[in-house]
């Protein structure tokens, strides 16, 4: 049988031993010697069983064997830039640059073709099992008030600019309006905003919208959703996953993603220290709002030092502008500062109780309000588990996968520039909790939503919610509430006026979830072409420059920033020479 090969370990054939025939040994030895590493070459010969004792179980191919009888170099290759191995370090700047020959390595190769087939599972799962309509909406589109800021795109209408979609958020209930009633789409979405490990300025999300749902139905499919599409070379998907709500999250692991792969818990010891007589304690108790919070770090005593310790009070000093205090229960008691030692003289056995310590924990306590001090444990929580795991201890499974649901947000939050007025706490086309309406006109601040996030080993994969379906709420929550314009939103409005069903929905972050699944650093590994953390492409060195003739169809002029604003924002570029 004759069959054609190419020389390449990436191959979809995978690697193949090679043997020539004798009559053409030494031209075929020739040509396969002296091609350059990463040339394609194109073999022809006979495929056989490599001979007994010869056969290699470790490779799909090892039972086989091309003897060779011709050889022709296709495309020879240049000097690499860096060699293509998993093994081989590449700083990320130089990967990017080189995007193409980094899609060879067999780890993007394999977060790829993951991230495909996990695609085409979700799609057969919607689509061939539940009856959903895969649907593409614009991506031109105009300004949405709140979120996050939009890529502005210019028109040939003088003044006026298309917006990219944050999300297809608006097309999406227009839809559910217009009778489809089981919609999804493979959404790209734009953000103008820094990138970060598990952000880019355009990613892709897992969109869907239903009608006549609520919260349980949407949970139930997301969660049968993930269990069909799981790669099966993972632990298998358990559900129903677990919930807890935006309350309980925030005062057990002082975050609203928690990774509850591991402990640690945040515990409130306020009763044990009502009669206390440290100064910081006390003040805090006095005030109205004032707790005591405090965490157990597992043989912190054994593997965290005096750096470790001063490390996370300067963290907790500088950011949260609160003291934490390190308290040794049992072991190395001499590491005690003064104010360590009163608290252990005053109520040491209670504390011991409460928080029950092994011999060498250490316990981090912070007192003052309830969600300032719940979220500084929950940062502290996070930061000893990288310096315990650092020093061999291992906390969090990385083949663990800890699903959770995540309920009852917040409607609305106080503006931080101007902590008087509100703004949502996810989008303003949330639904508020049934049980909370009436408090919309006298107590909105106290509003529960009808959002859930779904949080996978302390990273948010999806978020969504029931969604505003009776125009007059919709038009109250806008204008009255959060003061935004609602010309901007008026076709949403005269959508909802005319028999919008009841609808909920749900995205699921397609590039963060296949970035925890397979263990990638980042979420650029497992997108073919990302953008540097400063949202630029390396590759073709996007963005790029516009000739001034090619803006003056849109009506714009570039105008430069002074020296002073370049300092202030490092993302802008130095002005060069206009062509």
């Not at 529960?448 to 929550?477: F, K, M, T």
């Not at 980042?522 to 953390?533: E, G, H, L, N, T």
Request: charge should be neutral; hydrophobic fraction near 35%; charged fraction near 25%.
């Amino acid at each position: 049988m004759w069959r054609v090969a190419f020389f390449a370990s990436r191959s979809r054939s995978h690697l193949v031993w090679m043997d020539s025939v004798p009559k053409s040994a030494a031209s075929v030895k020739k040509i396969l010697c002296e091609a350059p590493v990463e040339s394609v070459v194109q073999v022809s010969g006979t495929v056989v069983s490599r001979p007994p004792g010869q056969e290699n179980p470790k490779m799909p191919t090892g039972e086989i064997e091309v003897k060779v009888k011709t050889a022709e170099l296709l495309n020879p290759c240049k000097k690499l830039p860096f060699e293509v191995k998993d093994f081989m370090k590449k700083t990320e700047a130089l990967r990017l640059q080189y995007r193409y020959l980094d899609l060879r390595s067999s780890q993007m190769q394999y977060n790829l073709r993951l991230r495909s087939q996990m695609v085409m599972k979700m799609r057969e799962y919607l689509c061939n099992l539940h009856g959903f309509v895969d649907v593409e909406t614009p991506t031109l589109f105009k300004r949405t008030p709140g979120g996050a800021k939009e890529f502005v795109v210019p028109s040939r209408e003088p003044g006026k600019f298309y917006s990219l979609p944050q999300s297809p958020q608006q097309f999406k209930q227009l839809l559910m309006v217009g009778g489809l009633d089981r919609y999804f789409q493979v959404a790209r979405c734009y953000r103008d905003e820094g990138s970060k490990p598990d952000r880019q300025p355009e990613f892709t999300q897992i969109d869907i919208e239903m009608s006549f749902v609520d919260q349980t139905g949407i949970r139930s499919l997301i969660e049968g959703l993930l269990q069909y599409s799981w790669p099966r070379d993972k632990a298998p998907v358990g559900v129903p996953f677990p919930s807890m709500t935006f309350a309980e999250a925030l005062a057990t692991y002082g975050t609203d993603k928690p990774d509850t792969r591991f402990g640690m818990k945040i515990v409130d010891i306020s009763d044990v220290f009502r009669n206390t007589e440290v100064g910081f304690l006390q003040d805090a108790l006095s005030k109205p709002q004032g707790t005591v919070k405090a965490i157990c770090i597992p043989e912190g005593a054994k593997y965290l030092k005096r750096k470790d310790i001063e490390s996370i009070r300067k963290f907790a000093a500088d950011h949260f502008d609160q003291e934490v205090l390190p308290v040794f229960l049992k072991a190395n008691r001499n590491w005690n500062s003064p104010v360590a030692k009163l608290v252990m003289e005053e109520q040491g056995p209670g504390l011991l109780r409460r928080m029950e310590n092994q011999e060498e924990d250490m316990v981090l306590l912070t007192a003052g309000e309830h969600k300032r001090a719940c979220t500084l444990l929950g940062k502290l929580r996070l930061e000893c588990a990288d310096l315990l795991e650092a020093r061999g201890v291992l906390l969090r499974d990385p083949a663990l996968f800890s699903f959770l649901w995540v309920v009852d947000f917040p409607l609305f939050l106080p503006k931080e520039e101007n902590p008087g007025e509100l703004e949502s706490a996810h989008h303003p086309f949330t639904a508020p909790h049934p049980g909370d309406i009436h408090l919309l006109h006298t107590e909105p601040e106290k509003v529960r939503s009808q959002h859930y996030d779904l949080v996978l080993n302390g990273s948010e994969i999806g978020g969504g919610s029931v969604r505003i379906h009776d125009a007059q709420l919709q038009r109250y929550i806008l204008e009255t509430l959060l003061k935004e314009d609602v010309k901007l939103l008026s076709h949403l409005l005269q959508a909802l006026d005319h028999g919008a069903p009841p609808h909920g929905g749900i995205a699921l972050g397609l590039d963060r979830l296949i970035c925890l699944v397979t263990g990638a650093p980042s979420i650029r590994d497992v997108i073919a072409f990302p953008k540097s953390f400063r949202g630029q492409d390396l590759m073709s060195n996007a963005p790029d420059f516009i000739p001034p003739e090619d803006l003056k169809p849109y009506h714009i002029q570039v105008s430069w920033p002074t020296d002073k604003e370049t300092e202030k924002n490092p993302l802008n570029p130095p002005r060069q020479a206009e062509s």
